[in-house]
């Protein structure tokens, strides 16, 4: 059973260019949750997705992320006209429910490298 | 809101030595607890959680965690300690009967196991 597959694993982007995040769940998972881990900080939410819902986008940024996670394929974080602050690894987990009680499986991570 | 204090930032400790990562958490509201571990360059790997009933958790790897709900803490323990366990360690809570399972993370202990 493969776990949570995430890629790339390494991304690099220049000021101004786009960012996309790709995030396979595990088998059977409809629940995916997005991570982002700044430098020496430990991890933020910023959204939970169900298939072709956003439930919580209360941790995204306001501008220039988006996020989705369509009806066939992986959840895909977006970042539009990357700046050096978003400079990170990201990070998706999912879960078979949305109950405390359902462990959160976790990826490798992307790290997003802005030149 | 919630919010996840660890008090050390980084924790050296020789190889067969016990070991204690502190955890406290701030909520308005009853929170489920976890910790975590991330080894270099890897996802997140759940080590234990605590949801109700004994406030004596026992995790993977011969972790275990205490819940003490008068002082909102939750630290994390091992009676002795191998090189493997060197990794980073986090502490998180999610909020009882919200939407999701959002997780709240601490800033992270980093454990360095020396021989």
């Known amino acids: 059973n493969a776990g949570v597959m995430q890629n790339p694993r390494h991304l690099v982007r220049r000021r101004g260019q786009e960012a996309r995040l790709r995030c396979s769940p595990m088998?059977?998972?409809?629940?995916v949750y997005w991570y982002r881990q700044l430098p020496e900080e430990g991890l933020k939410f910023m959204v939970y997705l169900q298939k072709e819902n956003i439930i919580d986008e209360s941790g995204m940024p306001k501008e220039r992320f988006s996020a989705e996670f369509p009806k066939e394929g992986p959840s895909i974080l977006r970042i539009q006209q990357v700046v050096r602050g978003d400079s990170a690894a990201y990070f998706c987990a999912s879960s078979t429910t949305s109950g405390a009680t359902d462990t959160q499986y976790f990826g490798p991570g992307t790290r997003l490298t802005v030149l | 809101a919630q919010s996840v204090t660890q008090l050390d930032s980084q924790v050296p400790v020789f190889e067969e030595a016990p070991v204690e990562l502190r955890c406290n958490y701030s909520?308005?509201?009853?929170?489920?607890l976890f910790w975590y571990v991330q080894y270099p360059n890897q996802g997140l790997q759940l080590l234990l959680k605590?949801?109700?009933?004994?406030?004596l958790v026992k995790g993977i790897n011969g972790f275990e965690a205490e819940f003490n709900k008068s002082q909102t803490s939750f630290h994390l323990r091992k009676p002795s300690v191998h090189i493997s366990d060197t990794a980073e360690y986090f502490c998180a809570v999610s909020p009882l009967g919200a939407a999701g399972n959002k997780l709240t993370f601490g800033g992270g202990t980093r454990v360095l196991v020396k021989p």
């Open positions: 088998k059977g998972h409809s629940h």
């Open positions: 605590y949801l109700s009933g004994s406030t």
């Open positions: 909520s308005s509201v009853s929170v489920y």
